[in-house]
């Protein structure tokens, strides 16, 4: 798990693990967009972000970063994502994601994703997961834009924060399979 925490960038984005100094940036970034949250397993606005944070923070399964749009020396928190759950068997989730509705639709997740992917691989991670909520069909493209395979879909495997049961697509991506 050491590795993956290592902060990253390319060109346009960079990934640092989330630290105090992100939070302003991440709460406005996270009230971008109010609508989102309703489909995520937990809510990242108001009084819910303290708390949120926290946990993904406080859970030893979970490495987040926050997601910063990169302009020459200028770095922005546009949002987040998390490596979760690696384990001794070469697998880990990118998962958690999100980023604010001003950069979706310019390539951006895709170059966040491949950061993340690269990096996972460069650790010796031979697969990579996505879990999706199958209402949200177009984080399912962009999975599958990657080149992530549907595993299946777990039925009614998680209660979300607005109580509703939600069905969740598995995804997978292999080393062997990955193209960059």
Sequence with gaps: MQGLATPIASATVGLAPLDTIHMQGLRDACAADREIWNIYTHSMLGEHFEPA???????????????????????????????????????????????????????????????????????GFRRIEFRVDTRNQRSAAAVRKLGAQLDGTLRQNIVTWTGFVRDTYVFSLLADEWHG
Aim: net charge negative.
């Design 53 to 123: 944070v926290e946990a993904m923070v406080k859970n030893p399964n979970r490495l987040p970063f926050a997601v910063l749009a990169v302009d020459g020396s200028e770095r922005s928190v546009v949002g987040m994502s998390s490596y979760i759950d690696p384990d001794s068997h070469g697998v880990v989730e990118i998962g958690g994601t999100y980023i604010q509705p001003s950069v979706p639709g310019t390539g951006f997740n895709d170059s966040l994703k491949k950061l993340m992917i690269d990096h996972a691989f460069a650790c």
